[in-house]
């Protein structure tokens, strides 16, 4: 049945829950940063954590000691925290989410998305939607091997062809996930344009397919009306955004029901662009400089000017 408000909790799993249904979609060199991880918290944009992967090589599990630093402070920030994990060694996975809920951790997500070449080529992430039997066994092995862990997904519609969804949810569930993040896009599609009624489209199969397991709908929501309109359209259970993130940071709060705060946004994107105009190092001040083009896009007057000032 839909839900009717964002900010309704929805039980996940006996041992997690999340205080709303509108989560931060992880984004790989950005969650992980200070700047956004102290906003995050200061500024209340989000209700639950779920950090860019961990990646686990096969044989080379991450020392206890070395995921309680890491997580530590998501940890310490009391809000419900989810760690994806991203490789296609299910002992090896196994293993490290074992490790995981020793360090306190409730919740773990296998990455079965990532589009990246470098990813792709090493058979991780995305690569596994091409061998759906091999993917069901990984999450088959982590749901029997952590029980007490909140085990879910985080998937594409297939490797090259949407069509793959409804096999692929199948299996994924009947290995016993406790829930589904899913954007709509191919991993072939990468991030190509797909319009929204075939999205929507999309992630209703998923949905279907999943019956029980609820399926957090993703890809391309920017404003709380477009999360309203998956919601409507698919039935899911929830969303998460990656990208309007960038673009509004209070959008989370807004798709709760929060008022739009202009002055607060326009703080957060002023200290970013600060940021981008004087990052100390190289590296550093590239990175902020593509948060820039990522809120305002390539052809904003706040780009040109941060590129100016490179
Ligand atoms: C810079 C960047 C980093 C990302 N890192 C991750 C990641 O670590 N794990 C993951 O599952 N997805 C990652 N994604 C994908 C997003 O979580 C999201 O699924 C995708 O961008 C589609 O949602 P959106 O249209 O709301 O951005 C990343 C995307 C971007 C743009």
């Given at each position: 049945m839909t839900f009717r408000h964002f900010s309704d909790p929805i039980t996940l799993h006996p041992s997690f829950s999340l205080p709303s249904r509108a989560i931060l979609s992880p984004l790989e060199?950005?969650?992980?940063?200070?700047?956004?991880?102290?906003?995050?918290?200061?500024?209340?944009?989000l209700d639950s954590w779920m950090p860019p992967f961990l990646g686990v090589s096969r044989g080379a599990v991450p020392a206890t000691g070395k995921l309680k630093k890491r997580f530590a402070h998501f940890l310490d920030s009391a809000l419900p925290l989810t760690v994806q994990l991203l490789g296609n060694d299910a002992d090896s996975l196994a293993?490290?989410?074992?490790?995981?809920?020793?360090?306190?951790?409730?919740?773990?997500?296998?990455?079965?998305?990532?589009?990246?070449?470098?990813?792709?080529?090493?058979?991780?992430?995305?690569?596994?939607?091409?061998?759906?039997?091999?993917?069901?066994?990984?999450?088959?092995?982590?749901?029997?091997?952590?029980?007490?862990?909140?085990?879910?997904?985080?998937?594409?519609?297939?490797?090259?062809?949407?069509?793959?969804?409804?096999e692929l949810i199948r299996r994924l569930c009947g290995a016993g996930v406790s829930w589904i993040l899913f954007h709509f896009r191919t991993v072939s599609e990468n991030y190509a344009f797909v319009g929204r009624d075939e999205a929507f489209r999309r992630i209703g199969v998923a949905v279907q397919a999943a019956g029980a397991v609820p399926v957090f709908g993703n890809g391309d929501i920017r404003t709380p009306e477009d999360a309203g309109r998956m919601r409507d359209a698919s039935g899911c259970a929830g969303v998460a955004v990656g990208r309007g993130f960038l673009k509004n940071p209070f959008l989370l709060r807004e798709i709760r029901g929060a008022c739009p705060d202009e002055d607060a946004r326009r703080l957060f994107l002023e200290a970013?662009?600060?940021?981008?105009?004087?990052?100390?190092?190289?590296?550093?001040?590239?990175?902020?400089?593509?948060?820039?083009?990522?809120?305002?896009?390539?052809?904003?007057?706040?780009?040109?000017?941060?590129?100016?000032?490179?």
């Open positions: 060199g950005i969650m992980n940063r200070d700047f956004f991880f102290d906003a995050a918290c200061s500024l209340g944009l293993e490290t989410a074992h490790r995981l809920a020793e360090c306190g951790v409730r919740s773990v997500n296998l990455n079965f998305a990532c589009p990246s070449g470098t990813v792709v080529r090493s058979g991780s992430g995305g690569a596994l939607l091409r061998d759906v039997r091999h993917t069901a066994e990984i999450a088959a092995v982590l749901c029997s091997r952590v029980p007490q862990l909140c085990v879910s997904v985080k998937l594409r519609s297939g490797f090259s062809c949407a069509e793959e969804t409804g970013l662009f600060r940021r981008a105009a004087s990052g100390p190092g190289r590296r550093k001040h590239d990175f902020y400089l593509e948060c820039v083009r990522m809120a305002c896009g390539a052809d904003s007057a706040e780009f040109q000017e941060a590129l100016r000032r490179k």
